[in-house]
C-alpha cells in the first residue's frame, strides 16, 4: 500500500468538503475500534511518525494504551 501523496499527484485536489468527509470516516472508524481521541488527535498533539500513530490506534483498538 502507498501513501496518499504520491497517488495524488496526478489526480486533483481534494475540495474541503472531500477532506471533511474522509476525517469523518476516519474518526468514526476509530470510534468504531474504541481508539480513544483517533488518529487526529494523537496527530495534533504532535505524533508524526507514521508508525507509532498506527501502533497506537492498533493497540488501543486492541484494548492496550498505545506508545
Same mark, same amino acid.
Given at each position: 500500500?502507498?501513501?496518499?501523496?504520491? #497517488?495524488? +499527484?496526478?489526480?486533483?485536489?481534494? /475540495? =474541503?468538503?472531500?477532506? *471533511? @468527509?474522509?476525517?469523518? @470516516?476516519?474518526?468514526? $472508524?476509530? +470510534?468504531?475500534?474504541?481508539? *480513544?481521541?483517533?488518529?487526529?488527535?494523537? &496527530?495534533? !498533539?504532535?505524533?508524526? #511518525? =507514521?508508525? +507509532?500513530?498506527? /501502533? !497506537?490506534?492498533? $493497540?488501543? &483498538?486492541?484494548?492496550?494504551?498505545?506508545?
Amino acid at each position: 500500500m502507498g501513501t496518499i501523496l504520491p #497517488s495524488l +499527484k496526478d489526480e486533483p485536489a481534494f /475540495d =474541503p468538503t472531500d477532506i *471533511q @468527509a474522509m476525517s469523518m @470516516a476516519l474518526e468514526d $472508524a476509530c +470510534k468504531a475500534l474504541n481508539v *480513544q481521541g483517533g488518529i487526529i488527535e494523537l &496527530a495534533r !498533539r504532535g505524533e508524526r #511518525s =507514521p508508525t +507509532k500513530l498506527r /501502533d !497506537r490506534v492498533l $493497540a488501543e &483498538a486492541n484494548g492496550g494504551t498505545g506508545c
